[in-house]
């Protein structure tokens, strides 16, 4: 094989790989940031700064999180490759790439829920406070499954 040509094959795949990996990367953390925020929003009404600033820094540490394993994984490990294999090369990064970032998506959003339930818990009110106690000399006991026939 040429390797003028392999060459261009891999930084054909290394060029789209990284052009994706950073376009897909963006969207999603556009996408999750404009409607995280409504969510957020319910979790911190008591503190709307408080629901800003958590959604732009779930927005960063994707940013970190996602651009960081897209880098990890941008080396091949060969240095000749065919059209197809580059392409075979580029579809299962993006596809690792992707699967990585549904995984980080479903994380989110379980923290998220947490966050929320938690919020509501709080907000809840206490417990009802018994209205009467009974003494001792009331007690409550069940009737026999089986009553004894009397002779």
């Known amino acids: 094989m040429d390797t003028i040509a392999s060459a261009q094959h891999l930084g054909f795949a290394y060029l789209t790989y990284a ?6 990367t963006v969207w999603i953390a556009r ?6 925020e409504v ?10 700064r408080m629901s800003g600033a958590v ?13 960081g394993y897209a880098l990890l994984t941008l080396r091949s490990g060969r240095s000749e490759l065919t059209p197809v294999e580059a392409i075979e090369m580029l579809a299962m990064k993006l596809g690792a790439l992707m699967i990585g970032l549904g995984v980080l998506h479903f994380f989110n959003l379980y923290l ?3 966050i929320r339930r938690r919020g509501q818990i709080r907000l809840a009110p206490p417990p009802v406070k018994p209205q009467a106690h009974l003494g001792e000399h009331f007690r ?6 089986f009553p004894r026939a009397t002779p």
């Open 112 to 114: 998220f829920y947490r």
């Open 39 to 48: 969510f957020l929003e319910d979790v911190f009404s008591h503190n709307p």
């Open 19 to 24: 052009g994706v990996s950073v376009a897909l």
């Open 140 to 145: 409550f006991e069940p009737a026999p499954a």
């Open 31 to 36: 996408t999750l940031f404009k409607h995280g």
């Open 55 to 67: 959604n732009r820094l779930l927005v960063v540490g994707f940013y970190l999180l996602n651009l």
